[in-house]
Every structure is written in C-alpha cells, then in structure tokens.
C-alpha cells in the first residue's frame, strides 16, 4: 500500500482493496462506528467497498486509510471531502478496537496540517453528530470551532 503521508503513530495510505474486510468490519459496526457518520443503520457489502475504493482511487480523492505503524493493523479512514480550490469538508471513522487510544487526536491534527500545507486549502470544516461528544471535544483538542448546531448537527471549523 502506497503511504503518502505519516504521523508520529500513524501511517496514512491510499484506500486499499485489500482492507475491504477492515472497512466492511469498521462500517458494519453501527453502535461503535456506522450511527455517528451517516446514521442509517444498513449492512454494507464487500462489492459496494470495492466500488467504493475503485472510485475514490480512480477520482484521486484525498482520502486515506490509517495504519497503526507499529503494528501495521487497521485504524480506521479519514478523507477531505468536497475539495475545490480553497476548501474541504473532514470526515473520519475509526474502527472500535483502536478508538480511545489517542488516533483521533493525531489523525485530525495530521490531515489539518496535509490539508493547509500539501492542498493549498484555506478552511476545513466538518460536521458530526451533536451526541458524538468524543468526537467533539477531539476536533476542539484539534483547534476547531463551533460555528453552527442544529438539532442533527454540529459544525465546526479549523482555526488554523
């Protein structure tokens, strides 16, 4: 697999057919995972992952499978999504065996940085779940505000 960037922790690379299984695994974990990035609580299958990767790939898209360096296991993906010229909107998702181990903090600040520096980008923003109270209070460690809430979402945006 192709690593375009990296993190003290954390190897990013591009998505990858062959961790359809990590992904199907990851986003079939409603609870943990599936409920907090697009609520639909439906199975996904292996073939709708492969068309998933294939287009991403294909479309060149800054999105990027996340690699425990020291174990080379599976930590989740994380993606700009949206990107023109000045902007891109965030999005994570991190399998629940490596969530509350410090990845998202990482993560996020290591994408911000990918995103102002390699990309150009003036303003990354994102929304979430406003009961995704782990994430939230991750994006604030990562220097993001709150300009926006309704009763779905929470909006922030990187200070940087």
């Known amino acids: 697999m192709n690593q375009v960037f990296e993190s003290s922790r ?11 299984n990590d ?5 079939n974990d409603y ?3 599936s409920r907090f990035i697009g609520g639909a609580h439906k199975t996904f299958t292996a073939e709708q992952e492969l068309k998933w990767v294939r287009k991403k790939l294909e479309a060149k898209a800054p999105v990027f499978s996340m690699l425990e360096k020291k174990s080379g296991e599976f930590i989740g993906n994380i993606e700009l999504m949206d990107v023109d010229d000045h902007a891109g909107e965030l999005g994570i998702a991190i399998t629940a065996a490596k969530q509350n181990s410090g990845y998202g903090t990482e993560a996020v ?3 911000t940085e990918y995103g102002t520096r390699q990309l150009g980008l003036k303003r990354i923003f994102l929304k979430t779940d406003p009961g995704n109270s782990r994430a939230i209070h991750v994006y ?6 709150e300009y926006d809430r309704t009763e779905d979402h929470v909006y922030m ?3 940087r």
């Open 10 to 20: 954390i190897s990013f690379v591009e998505v990858s057919e062959l961790l359809v």
């Open 23 to 27: 992904y199907l695994t990851m986003l």
């Open 31 to 33: 609870e943990n995972v």
């Open 109 to 111: 600040s290591a994408i």
């Open 140 to 145: 604030q460690k990562c220097g993001f505000k």
């Open 157 to 159: 945006e990187s200070d």
